[in-house]
């Protein structure tokens, strides 16, 4: 898959940004950006599966490892929709409560999904 030149995609609620002002908000440059962004998509795509599969086995370390994975590369990419639902489901899961987590794993993978299909 790759980044078409100048996409213009869904930033934050409503807010819309182009990859070369992304770029110039972290101080790279467009290219840079383009491999940043298809480097998050397959890093977190590999971490929600394995996040989903700790949940399931009850393995609160590895999950609170995926999840704060995925927290963490969607706030160094200011993808700030995705980080705060990520903070939401990462918080939870440190402080053990696994309660509701599903749905808001799935909210995050809507968005995130949402995403790369506007990448594509």
Known sequence: MWLREHRIFLFIKGYVMKLSEMAE??????E??????QLYMDTTKDDLTQLNEAIKANDINKAHEKSHSIKGASGNLTLTELYEIARD???????NNLEGIESKIEMFTIKFNALIKELE
């Open 89 to 95: 489901f990462d918080d939870n899961i440190r402080k």
């Open 25 to 30: 908000n972290l101080g790279i440059d467009e």
């Open 32 to 37: 840079d950006i383009r491999e940043l962004l």
